[in-house]
């Protein structure tokens, strides 16, 4: 775990980069091209559409953002950080937003009568923007049973993105690749039991790890590398991150090229995706549209993209109106405002804090 804070433009750009490719591909996922370009002109997606809302990507992102700031608070007060039980709680929370009433969603991690915390008051996250359900199966099932999936005990055979586009607040968290991957990969198992289904999450945990200390992706890319050779059945993931690098070096992208990546509807295409878009070209608004015109997971490839080029270069560098438009721009800045808080050299002791981020 990190006692310093990260370059806050950095990390706001990072989810407000997802937040944006999120919104970006939301009304065209899993479309054909033709159907894209029959909407949206010859050059296909080019700007956020009117109504710029997000969905179960950029929602279960915030919850993970959540989770990483209890977690913190937790440490902090007992020593202790639990962090994959306090992201499993965070997530239960999600699960309750999507309409699964609060008995049948807590589990074990929570006796109280109503969730707690300061997220969950958002009514704008009570809504449903198409919620995976390999995700919110395998959150009913912990809800009912209280027994956490790992690798070990798997929730299901899935390698869906789900695990991964949602797991980039915990590169702020991280202290070093190592952990990145690791917290990550856990996080992932909690809905995701085939292990390119996590093992994509750990990887993309890294790479925006590093970004967010100034890195760049192929520096990203070495070590993540490091990493998920220590696992098993690791393979498939390192092939689609090498297909990737390939065809970026190639320059000139297209749909053609993100396709032959794959669809993006499972961890280690969405992942190969998001890099090569972010790679192809060093402006990420440019590296925002190439991720998310393709026939397949454009949202989460797009937000997946948007969490690397935001870590990348700051949310400066994104283009305004898309910033100011993008549904949860405050809610996110208020989270990276307190982030700075709880990291900062006199972290808050009031009641309030811990009413607003319970250490659970």
């Given at each position: 775990?990190?006692?310093?804070?990260?370059?806050?433009?950095?990390?706001?750009?990072?989810?407000i980069?997802?937040?944006?490719g999120?919104?970006?591909?939301?009304?065209?996922?899993?479309?054909?091209?033709e159907?894209?370009?029959?909407?949206?002109?010859?050059d296909?997606?080019?700007?956020?559409?009117?109504?710029?809302?997000?969905?179960d990507?950029?929602?279960?992102?915030?919850?993970?953002f959540?989770?990483?700031?209890r977690?913190?608070?937790?440490?902090?007060?007992?020593?202790n950080?639990g962090?994959?039980?306090?992201?499993?709680?965070?997530?239960?929370?999600?699960?309750?937003t999507?309409?699964t009433?609060?008995?049948?969603?807590?589990?074990?991690?929570?006796?109280?009568?109503?969730?707690?915390?300061?997220?969950?008051?958002?009514?704008d996250?009570?809504?449903?923007?198409?919620?995976?359900?390999?995700?919110?199966?395998?959150?009913?099932?912990?809800?009912?049973?209280?027994?956490?999936?790992?690798?070990?005990n798997p929730a299901?055979?899935?390698?869906?993105?789900?695990?991964?586009m949602?797991?980039?607040p915990?590169?702020?968290?991280?202290?070093?690749?190592?952990?990145?991957?690791?917290?990550?990969?856990?996080?992932?198992?909690?809905?995701?039991?085939?292990?390119?289904?996590?093992?994509?999450?750990?990887?993309?945990?890294?790479?925006?790890?590093?970004a967010?200390q100034?890195?760049?992706?192929?520096?990203?890319?070495?070590s993540?590398?490091?990493?998920?050779?220590?696992?098993?059945?690791?393979?498939?993931?390192?092939?689609?991150v090498?297909?990737?690098?390939?065809?970026?070096?190639?320059?000139?992208p297209?749909v053609?090229?993100?396709e032959?990546?794959?669809?993006?509807?499972?961890?280690?295409?969405?992942?190969?995706?998001?890099?090569?878009?972010?790679?192809?070209?060093?402006d990420?608004?440019?590296?925002?549209?190439?991720?998310?015109?393709?026939?397949?997971?454009?949202?989460?490839?797009?937000?997946?993209?948007?969490?690397?080029?935001?870590?990348?270069?700051g949310?400066?560098?994104i283009?305004?109106?898309?910033?100011?438009r993008?549904?949860f721009?405050?809610?996110?800045?208020?989270?990276?405002a307190?982030?700075?808080?709880?990291?900062?050299?006199?972290?808050?002791?009031?009641?309030?804090?811990?009413?607003?981020?319970?250490?659970?």
């Amino acid at each position: 775990m990190k006692d310093d804070t990260v370059d806050t433009g950095r990390l706001r750009g990072c989810l407000i980069g997802g937040a944006i490719g999120d919104a970006l591909g939301a009304n065209t996922e899993n479309l054909p091209m033709e159907v894209v370009y029959e909407r949206h002109g010859p050059d296909g997606i080019t700007d956020l559409p009117e109504d710029p809302a997000v969905t179960d990507d950029m929602q279960m992102t915030l919850f993970t953002f959540e989770a990483v700031i209890r977690a913190h608070v937790r440490r902090r007060i007992t020593g202790n950080a639990g962090f994959t039980e306090v992201v499993q709680h965070a997530y239960q929370r999600w699960l309750h937003t999507q309409k699964t009433p609060w008995e049948k969603a807590r589990g074990p991690l929570s006796t109280l009568d109503e969730p707690d915390g300061w997220l969950i008051g958002h009514g704008d996250l009570f809504r449903m923007r198409a919620p995976g359900l390999t995700v919110t199966s395998a959150l009913q099932q912990y809800g009912r049973t209280g027994v956490m999936a790992t690798s070990e005990n798997p929730a299901n055979d899935s390698k869906g993105c789900g695990g991964a586009m949602r797991v980039a607040p915990i590169a702020c968290y991280a202290e070093d690749a190592l952990e990145a991957f690791s917290l990550a990969k856990c996080a992932a198992e909690l809905t995701h039991g085939h292990p390119s289904g996590y093992l994509s999450a750990g990887f993309f945990a890294v790479l925006v790890h590093e970004a967010l200390q100034g890195n760049g992706l192929l520096e990203g890319v070495d070590s993540a590398m490091k990493e998920i050779v220590r696992y098993e059945h690791h393979e498939e993931v390192v092939a689609a991150v090498e297909h990737a690098i390939e065809l970026a070096a190639l320059g000139e992208p297209s749909v053609a090229r993100v396709e032959e990546l794959g669809r993006g509807g499972v961890g280690e295409t969405a992942l190969a995706i998001a890099l090569y878009s972010a790679l192809v070209t060093d402006d990420p608004n440019e590296a925002l549209l190439i991720s998310v015109n393709h026939g397949g997971d454009n949202d989460s490839t797009a937000s997946m993209c948007g969490n690397l080029v935001g870590a990348l270069h700051g949310v400066d560098k994104i283009r305004p109106d898309w910033v100011e438009r993008v549904q949860f721009r405050e809610v996110v800045d208020e989270m990276v405002a307190d982030w700075a808080k709880e990291t900062g050299s006199n972290p808050p002791m009031a009641q309030e804090w811990f009413t607003r981020y319970p250490p659970s």
